[in-house]
Nanobody
């Protein structure tokens, strides 16, 4: 079993920054993909950013140039640095780990961008 614990969400003003963390524990294999998703009220969950075991990254067009995903394999942790936040970034952010075809999700952390 794999457990994911997210942290770092909160309330921030437009233009501000937040850094989300997702720590994985349990039966984790070295090569795995991790990603951040978000779900706003009334909308479907969408991919924000992903990072492979080798460090390749991909981003949603809406966050390119503002968000950066990174990982620390020694700590089994993935990060999402979010800069220049906009009100439309408001959502619950979820961490996902995929290993050997199995997907694991975190409990989610709320990010609210508002003045």
């Amino acid at each position: 079993q794999v457990q994911l614990v997210e942290s770092g969400g909160g309330l921030v003003q437009p233009g501000g920054s937040l850094r989300l963390s997702c720590a994985a524990s349990g039966s984790i294999f070295r090569i795995y993909v991790m990603g951040w998703y978000r779900q706003a009220p009334g909308k479907q969950r969408e991919l924000v950013a992903g990072i492979s075991g080798g460090g390749s990254t991909n981003y949603a067009d809406s966050v390119k140039g503002r968000f950066t995903i990174s990982r620390d394999n020694a700590k089994n942790t993935v990060y999402l640095q979010m800069n220049s936040l906009k009100p439309e970034d408001t959502a619950v952010y979820y961490c996902k780990l995929t290993s050997l075809g199995v997907q694991y999700w975190g409990q989610g952390t709320q990010v609210t961008v508002s003045s």
